[in-house]
């Protein structure tokens, strides 16, 4: 029997740094512990460090095990999406009940902010990859960079993921956003550099702001600047390339229809480019869709340099 809806499942959708992937969605849309300059979602109307159960798991891995059986491809099963996952207290069961149904391996991306929590790390090491991130170098960066909830400290936090990383067995893909003038100063890359030499993670991954962000004047570093970052931060630094071309060619079941390109665009600012490679259609048949939607007041557009994207009203 189908689902009415699958709004708690998203995708597959092209990934960056996980090719293909089948986002759940746990975490109603910005309730977070952070409130990012740098966000595509907008500011956090719910800022809160509280975990606190959101979703009914029972009708989550429904909607996950109707999407598998129509023949869904994915190189990962991604828990990210509107907020931030390990405000769930069902992180961990999702994450077990996932494994009963599915061997494609299950992916965290999290702020990496409660992992100073026993339970958090407990949940957290039942995935296969674990994507935390880390954006400063000392307390005063993170305050400007991310705006956390008042209870949130930055030792605290770096000693969370440097015990999550003496804890889990899986892989871990640390990311650094890089925000010009914010965290590109020599002294903010080398204290950065030292703090990944304590957490010891399996990659870090450089990113910076290619969409639309919340607070305006957040400008991309240049892509020759951020191999030059990349190389002073060291450790296999890799700057995360905008898609990887695999993942246009599995299509999301070869079928788009106005609510497939809307439920991308509640999760993220996508381009035309990303729409067409997400649904795997053609261009023209992703701007009619994304018309229909503009011009029933869905959607709007926001011009990130010279790229024009797409986003929810």
Excluded at 88 to 112: C, F, Q, W
Excluded at 144 to 163: S, T, V, W, Y
Excluded at 265 to 276: K, N, T, Y
Aim: with cysteine; hydrophobic share 40%; charged share 25%.
């Amino acid at each position: 029997m189908k689902s009415q809806s699958h709004q708690y499942i998203f995708g597959p959708v092209p990934s960056r740094r996980l090719g293909l992937s089948l986002g759940i969605d746990i975490v109603p849309l910005k309730s977070c512990t952070l409130d990012c300059v740098y966000c595509q979602l907008g500011r956090s109307s719910d800022l809160t460090n509280e975990r606190r159960d959101f979703m009914p798991v029972t009708e989550v891995i429904a909607q996950l095990k109707e999407k598998l059986e129509q023949g869904v491809e994915a190189d990962h099963i991604t828990i990210s999406g509107s907020g931030e996952p390990t405000l769930s207290l069902s992180l961990g069961r999702i994450i077990d009940e996932i494994k009963k149904i599915t061997k494609i391996p299950v992916a965290v991306m999290t702020n990496g902010t409660l992992l100073y929590d026993p339970a958090v790390r407990n949940d957290c090491c039942k995935a296969d990859v674990v994507l935390p991130s880390l954006d400063a170098g000392d307390p005063e960066t993170f305050t400007k960079m991310n705006r956390p909830h008042e209870a949130l400290d930055f030792n605290k936090i770096i000693e969370g993921l440097c015990q999550f990383r003496k804890e889990f067995t899986g892989k871990i893909w640390l990311e650094v956003f890089i925000v010009e003038g914010i965290n590109t100063s020599d002294a903010q890359l080398g204290n950065i550099k030292n703090i990944i030499g304590r957490i010891r993670p399996d990659k870090v991954q450089l990113n910076t702001a290619v969409r639309p962000t919340t607070e305006p004047g957040i400008a991309a570093v240049t892509a020759e600047k951020m191999a030059i970052i990349a190389e002073k931060i060291g450790f296999g630094a890799e700057v995360i390339a905008d898609y990887p071309a695999k993942a246009a060619v599995v299509s999301h079941l070869g079928r788009a229809t106005r609510e497939g390109v809307l439920e991308m665009l509640q999760r993220r600012p996508c381009s035309l480019e990303d729409v067409a490679s997400g649904l795997n259609i053609r261009k023209n048949d992703a701007l009619t869709h994304i018309n229909a939607l503009l011009s029933l007041g869905l959607v709007v557009e926001d011009k990130k340099g010279d790229k024009l994207f797409y986003k929810v009203k």
